[in-house]
C-alpha cells in the first residue's frame, strides 16, 4: 500500500494549493480527482463563464450605442464563441497534471472513498497518509422532482455545442442571472423560476431590484415564489410545471438550466469510514479547517463549512489548511472582507455587511444610495441602469459595506476592498488622486462627506 505524507482529494483552487505547497516544503503527496484535473473554476466556473459574458458585453455595449455612433448592435455567433472558450478551458487537465509531474506529486484519476480515517481508495489502488485534505467542491443540489434528470447544470451550458430558443432557469441566484444574460445576448428568449420572494437574496435588495428592471428591459422574465414541481418531455420539447400562488402553471420551453444552488460534494466519499462529521454546508471544520472529529482530516474550498463557496477564498483556504497541517494548528481562519460579483450586464458586485445586516448588527452607519444613470461614466456608454449604496461606520469613519450596479463595478469593488481590509477610512479615501476619466474615479463621489 503507497504511504505518503499527504492525500488531497480534489485538484480544483483549494486542493492544488494545498498539495503544491506541501510538495514544496518537502512532502511526499499524491492527489486524486474523478473528473479531468483543474477544478471546476478554470474549467466548468468562473473563466469559461467569463470569456461568454465577455461576448455578451460587446452585444450589450454596441446594442446601447446604436444611434449614438455605433451603426448596429454585434451579435454571437455561439458555435465561434465555444470554440474560443475551450481554447481556455481544453489546455487545463493536461497543463496540471504536467505541473504535478514536475513538482513530484503523485497523482491518479479516479473517484476517492475512504475505507478508514486515514486510508482512500481510488480505482485499485489503497492509498495511506498523515495527513489527508478533502478539496471536493460543490455539485448541484438534488431537486427530487419527477423529471430531474431532463435538466442540464452549469457544466452543461459552458458546453451546448448549439443555443435554443427558448430556456428556463430553476433557481435565482448567481448562476441562473449570469447565464440568463449570456444566452438572452445570444439571442435566446429566457425565463427565470425562483422559489424566493426576492431573487440574489446575499445582495443589496435596492440594487437587485435595479438589475430585475434591467434584465426585464432586455427580455428576461423573471417569476417569483415560482415552485418548479416537475419537468415533462423529451430533447428539445420540454413541459415545465410550477406552483405560484396557490396555482399550478407550466411554461413549454427547449431547455432547462438548473441553477438552485450547489451542495458539497461528499456523496462518494463515504466519510462515516474516516469518522468525519459533515453538516449542512459542508464538512464540519474547526478554525484551523481540520475536522471537528477527525484531526488527521482537513477540508478547503467549497466542500468546508467556513466562507462563501468563491475561487478566491478556495486557494485562501487551502494555504491556511496546509500552513497548519506543516506547522500544527497556528495560523486560524479569519473573516477577510470578500468581494463577489454577478457578471451580469450591468454587473452587481458587493464586499462588507449589506444595510439589513448592518441594521440587524444595530451598527451606526452613514448610508448613502443613489442611481448614477446621470454620471458621466454611465451616460458615456448610455447605460440606463446604475447605481451604488456605500455603509460608512458613523464612529471610524471606515467602509463597512459597498454595493454596486454597472459596468466596471467588478473592478471597483476591489478598491473598496482594499480599503476595509486595511482600515482606510472614507475621508482618506475621498483625498486620494486616482485616474480619471475611470469608474474608479467615481470611487470619492460614492462616500459621505
Ligand atoms: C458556473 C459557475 C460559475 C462560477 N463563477 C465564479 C466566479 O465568477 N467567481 C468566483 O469566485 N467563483 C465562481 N464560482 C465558484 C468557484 O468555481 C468555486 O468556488 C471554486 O472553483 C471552488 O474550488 P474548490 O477547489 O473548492 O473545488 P473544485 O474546483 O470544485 O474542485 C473539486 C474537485 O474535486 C473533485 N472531486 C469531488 N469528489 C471527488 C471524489 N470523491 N474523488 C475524487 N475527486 C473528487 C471534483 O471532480 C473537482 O475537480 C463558480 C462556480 C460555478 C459552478
Ligand atoms: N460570480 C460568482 O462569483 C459565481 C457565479 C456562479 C456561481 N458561483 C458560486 O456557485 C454557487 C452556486 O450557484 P447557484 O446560482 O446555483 O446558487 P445560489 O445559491 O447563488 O442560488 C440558488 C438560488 O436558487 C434558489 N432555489 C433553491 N432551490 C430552488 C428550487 N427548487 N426552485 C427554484 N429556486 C430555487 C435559491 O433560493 C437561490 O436563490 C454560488 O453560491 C456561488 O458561490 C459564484
Same mark, same amino acid.
Given at each position: 500500500m503507497?504511504?505518503?505524507?499527504?492525500?488531497?482529494?480534489? +485538484?480544483?483552487?483549494a486542493?492544488?494549493?494545498?498539495a503544491? =505547497?506541501?510538495?514544496? %516544503?518537502?512532502?511526499?503527496?499524491?492527489?486524486?480527482?474523478?473528473? /479531468? &484535473?483543474?477544478?471546476t473554476?478554470?474549467?466548468r466556473?468562473?473563466?469559461p463563464?467569463?470569456?461568454?459574458?465577455?461576448?455578451a458585453?460587446?452585444?450589450?455595449?454596441?446594442?446601447?450605442?446604436?444611434?449614438?455612433?455605433?451603426?448596429?448592435? %454585434?451579435t454571437i455567433?455561439?458555435?465561434?464563441?465555444? *470554440? &474560443?472558450?475551450?481554447t481556455? +478551458?481544453?489546455?487545463i487537465p493536461?497543463?496540471?497534471?504536467?505541473?504535478?509531474?514536475?513538482?513530484?506529486?503523485?497523482?491518479?484519476?479516479? !473517484?476517492? +472513498?475512504?475505507?478508514s480515517p486515514?486510508?482512500?481508495?481510488?480505482?485499485?489502488?489503497?492509498?495511506?497518509?498523515?495527513h489527508?485534505?478533502v478539496?471536493?467542491?460543490?455539485?448541484?443540489?438534488?431537486?427530487?422532482?419527477p423529471?430531474e434528470?431532463?435538466?442540464?447544470?452549469s457544466?452543461?451550458?459552458?458546453?451546448l455545442?448549439?443555443?435554443p430558443?427558448e430556456?428556463?432557469?430553476v433557481?435565482?441566484g448567481?448562476?441562473? &442571472?449570469?447565464?440568463?444574460?449570456?444566452?438572452?445576448?445570444a439571442?435566446?428568449?429566457? =425565463?427565470?423560476?425562483?422559489?424566493?420572494?426576492?431573487?440574489?437574496e446575499?445582495?443589496?435588495?435596492?440594487?437587485?431590484?435595479?438589475?430585475?428592471?434591467?434584465?426585464?428591459?432586455?427580455?428576461i422574465?423573471?417569476?417569483?415564489?415560482?415552485?418548479?414541481?416537475?419537468?415533462?418531455g423529451?430533447k428539445?420539447?420540454?413541459?415545465?410545471r410550477?406552483?405560484?400562488a396557490g396555482?399550478?402553471?407550466?411554461?413549454?420551453?427547449?431547455?432547462?438550466?438548473?441553477? *438552485?444552488g450547489?451542495?458539497? $460534494?461528499?456523496?462518494e466519499?463515504?466519510?462515516?469510514?474516516?469518522?468525519?462529521? !459533515?453538516g449542512?454546508?459542508? !464538512?464540519?471544520?474547526?478554525?484551523?479547517?481540520q475536522?471537528?472529529?477527525?484531526?488527521?482530516?482537513?477540508?478547503c474550498? $467549497?466542500?468546508?463549512d467556513?466562507g462563501?463557496?468563491?475561487?478566491?477564498?478556495?486557494?485562501?483556504e487551502?494555504?491556511?489548511?496546509?500552513?497548519n497541517?506543516?506547522?500544527g494548528?497556528?495560523? %486560524?481562519y479569519t473573516?477577510? /472582507?470578500?468581494?463577489s460579483a454577478?457578471?451580469?450586464?450591468?454587473?452587481?458586485?458587493?464586499?462588507?455587511?449589506?444595510?439589513?445586516q448592518?441594521?440587524?448588527?444595530?451598527?451606526?452607519?452613514?448610508?448613502?444610495?443613489?442611481?448614477?444613470? $446621470?454620471?458621466?461614466?454611465?451616460?458615456?456608454?448610455?447605460?440606463?441602469?446604475?447605481?451604488?449604496?456605500?455603509?460608512v461606520?458613523?464612529?471610524?469613519d471606515?467602509?463597512?459595506?459597498?454595493?454596486?450596479?454597472?459596468?466596471?463595478?467588478?473592478?471597483?469593488?476591489n478598491?473598496?476592498?482594499l480599503?476595509?481590509k486595511?482600515?482606510?477610512?472614507?475621508?482618506?479615501?475621498?483625498?486620494?488622486?486616482?485616474?480619471y476619466?475611470?469608474?474608479?474615479?467615481?470611487?470619492?463621489?460614492m462616500?459621505?462627506d
Open positions: 503507497p504511504i505518503f505524507d499527504l492525500i488531497v482529494i480534489g +485538484t480544483g483552487s486542493g492544488a494549493t494545498v503544491q =505547497t506541501a510538495r514544496k %516544503a518537502g512532502k511526499s503527496v499524491a492527489i486524486i480527482d474523478k473528473l /479531468p &484535473f483543474g477544478g473554476c478554470s474549467q466556473g468562473c473563466d463563464k467569463k470569456v461568454l459574458v465577455g461576448a458585453e460587446i452585444v450589450a455595449r454596441s446594442e446601447q450605442m446604436t444611434g449614438n455612433g455605433i451603426a448596429s448592435a %454585434a455567433n455561439w458555435p465561434d464563441l465555444m *470554440a &474560443f472558450k475551450k481556455f +478551458t481544453e489546455p493536461e497543463n496540471t497534471e504536467a505541473k504535478f509531474r514536475d513538482l513530484g506529486i503523485q497523482f491518479y484519476h479516479g !473517484v476517492a +472513498t475512504f475505507l486515514k486510508t482512500v481508495r481510488v480505482g485499485q489502488d489503497e492509498l495511506t497518509a498523515d489527508i485534505v478539496a471536493t467542491g460543490q455539485r448541484p443540489k438534488p431537486l427530487n422532482i423529471g434528470e431532463l435538466l442540464i447544470d457544466t452543461g451550458f459552458l458546453e455545442s448549439q443555443l430558443e430556456i428556463v432557469m433557481g435565482g448567481y448562476i441562473a &442571472f449570469e447565464f440568463a444574460h449570456i444566452a438572452a445576448r439571442g435566446a428568449k429566457v =425565463t427565470i423560476l425562483h422559489q424566493g420572494k426576492r431573487p440574489l446575499g445582495f443589496d435588495a435596492d440594487l437587485v431590484s435595479l438589475l430585475v428592471k434591467a434584465m426585464e428591459a432586455l427580455g422574465r423573471i417569476l417569483l415564489e415560482a415552485n418548479v414541481t416537475a419537468v415533462e423529451q428539445d420539447r420540454l413541459t415545465v410550477y406552483e405560484q396555482e399550478s402553471q407550466s411554461i413549454l420551453t427547449n431547455l432547462v438550466i438548473h441553477a *438552485a450547489r451542495v458539497a $460534494d461528499v456523496a466519499l463515504a466519510l462515516e469510514k474516516a469518522g468525519v462529521k !459533515v449542512p454546508k459542508g !464538512v464540519a471544520v474547526n478554525e484551523f479547517l475536522s471537528v472529529s477527525n484531526p488527521a482530516i482537513y477540508a474550498g $467549497d466542500v468546508a467556513k462563501l463557496p468563491l475561487t478566491p477564498l478556495a486557494s485562501y487551502g494555504k491556511i489548511a496546509i500552513n497541517i506543516l506547522t494548528n497556528r495560523q %486560524a473573516d477577510n /472582507p470578500t468581494p454577478v457578471y451580469t450586464i450591468p454587473t452587481l458586485a458587493s464586499v462588507g455587511l449589506t444595510e439589513e448592518a441594521r440587524k448588527q444595530g451598527r451606526k452607519v452613514k448610508v448613502t444610495f443613489q442611481e448614477t444613470n $446621470d454620471w458621466y461614466t454611465s451616460r458615456r456608454i448610455n447605460e440606463s441602469f446604475s447605481a451604488f449604496k456605500t455603509l461606520d458613523e464612529e471610524t471606515e467602509i463597512v459595506g459597498a454595493h454596486l450596479l454597472g459596468s466596471g463595478c467588478d473592478e471597483v469593488i478598491l473598496f476592498t480599503a476595509m486595511h482600515h482606510i477610512t472614507a475621508e482618506d479615501l475621498r483625498n486620494t488622486l486616482l485616474a476619466p475611470t469608474h474608479g474615479s467615481d470611487l470619492s463621489s462616500l459621505p
